[in-house]
């Protein structure tokens, strides 16, 4: 399985924005999804926005008109803009590929001061 990293987290003041990366340890072209999901303090982790190999984007309630997903396939590496953040939007970031069933990273801590 692909392995993935993520970075770009940190305190942040709401209103800010912040970029989180994703960078995979092999070619991320030929993914056919991917994606960030979120798990905020003492909740389950949620589904925050997906990609496909074509570049076909869907997003959360939660993200729309905020986050932008998009990837870089020479780099192997997907990124997640986060535009005028909200405390609710704290907690940890995680990259995945392939769904529930596929890789995971080990997050990133995203946490949004009021």
């Known amino acids: 399985q692909v392995q993935l990293v993520e970075s770009g987290g940190g305190l942040v003041q709401a209103g800010e924005s912040l970029v989180l990366s994703c960078e995979a340890s092999?070619?991320?072209?030929?993914?056919?999804?991917m994606g960030w999901y979120r798990q905020a303090p003492g909740k389950g982790r949620v589904l925050v926005a997906t990609?496909?190999?074509?570049?076909?984007?869907s997003y959360a309630d939660l993200a729309k008109d905020r986050f932008t997903i998009s990837k870089d396939n020479a780099k192997n590496t997907l990124f997640l803009q986060m535009n005028r953040l909200s405390v609710e939007d704290t907690g940890v970031y995680y990259c995945?590929?392939?769904?529930?069933?596929?890789?995971w990273g080990q997050g990133t801590q995203v946490t949004v001061s009021s």
């Open positions: 990609i496909t190999a074509e570049g076909r984007t």
């Open positions: 995945n590929s392939q769904g529930p069933w596929g890789s």
């Open positions: 092999e070619s991320i072209s030929s993914l056919s999804l």
